[in-house]
């Protein structure tokens, strides 16, 4: 079941380029991350490198592993934040002013924060990089709203990525050695796309093992639909798109009748996400005879711990594979 939604969100493609290479002295807040090298360590600040923003690690990581020595890259929303309710804090309007480049994912992810890119994008490089994405390749729910969580798609997001890449080359073109800032990065996109690539065949490979009636995935909120559509699962979500989406009794009796319909062994909980809700699915299931268990915890709008396997794209989306995937096919490690 692929879950759909709909909504046209202005492209902030703001192309004006900042010379100005400006030094960032702020700390990190609750909820937010330190600065990314390409090894996952703290980066000290250095005036020489372009200084990127983003909101989500989904694409802080993958540009700190790209850009190499030639970026600090710094995530505003760090592990278990939830980017559709985050609001922008003063020391991230500041982390934003500081930046010679602010990526964000776009399709309404950010909603609190689209009036605080409108107005950097007067000054800098502000790019929505999901809207990268043609739209037909794009989820789109009841209503019409567009599915936001574009990095579960690996093709997809390499097409976002490439849109990043893009930017910080023309970025580069003012600098000193611009040809070969540009040079580098292709190489190294090209050489982190062949990792995204190879991830997805291990992952279509796995979830090709688990028999079909049993591939459904249960979790706490609808982040996994292009997930669902590129490994061919079969996807429910209690709440919405959006975690701002009420949750009411009919959301956790149809989950139950899906499960019972489906014998499906396990749900899921997500890290950023309250796991109440699942928790009271587990238990309905259980009152009406269902051996129903928790499947583990998956990572869908927040990454892991920075330094951790899951707290880089690769690793968190590997992780989220092989807990399903041990979950779903009854399969150990």
């Known amino acids: 079941m692929e879950i759909r939604r709909s909504r046209g969100i202005t492209k902030l493609w703001v192309m004006g380029v900042t010379l100005a290479l400006l030094v960032s002295a702020c700390g990190s807040g609750a909820g937010e991350t330190p600065d990314v090298t390409k090894d996952g360590a703290v980066g000290a600040k250095d005036a020489n490198k372009v200084k990127v923003v983003t909101t989500i690690a989904q694409i802080a990581e993958p540009l700190s592993v790209i850009g190499g020595e030639r970026l600090e890259v710094r995530a505003l929303m760090g592990p278990g934040v939830d980017p559709h309710l985050y609001k922008a804090t003063q020391s991230d309007i500041r982390r934003l002013e500081e930046a010679d480049v602010i990526f964000y994912s776009g399709l309404h992810l950010e909603a609190n924060m689209l009036k605080a890119f409108e107005e950097m994008g007067k000054r800098k490089p502000v790019v929505a990089v999901a809207e990268a994405v043609p739209e037909e390749k794009l989820l789109r729910h009841e209503g019409g709203a567009v599915d936001p969580h574009v990095w579960f798609d690996i093709d997809l997001w390499k097409e ?51 028999p079909r009636e049993r591939r459904v995935l249960v979790t706490a ?94 690793g968190m989306f590997r992780h989220n594979v092989d807990t399903i995937y041990n979950a779903l096919s009854g399969e150990e490690k």
């Open 160 to 210: 976002a990525l490439d849109a990043a890449v893009e930017q910080l080359k023309t970025f580069l073109e003012n600098e000193a050695d611009g040809k070969g800032a540009a040079e580098e990065l292709e190489a190294n996109k090209i050489a982190y796309f062949a990792e995204m690539d190879a991830l997805k065949r291990e992952a279509l490979d796995k979830m090709s093992r688990i």
């Open 221 to 314: 909120h609808d982040a996994f639909g292009y997930f669902g559509r590129m490994l061919d699962i079969r996807v429910v979500g209690l709440q919405g798109l959006s975690t701002e989406d009420e949750i009411g009794l009919t959301d956790i009796e149809d989950t139950i009748a899906i499960l019972e319909e489906y014998r499906v062994p396990a749900v899921f909980v997500e890290s950023s996400i309250n796991p109440d809700k699942i928790n009271a699915v587990l238990e309905g299931a259980r009152e009406r005879g269902l051996q129903v268990r928790l499947g583990g915890e998956l990572f869908s709008d927040a990454m892991g711990e920075a330094g951790t396997a899951e707290g880089t794209y690769l």
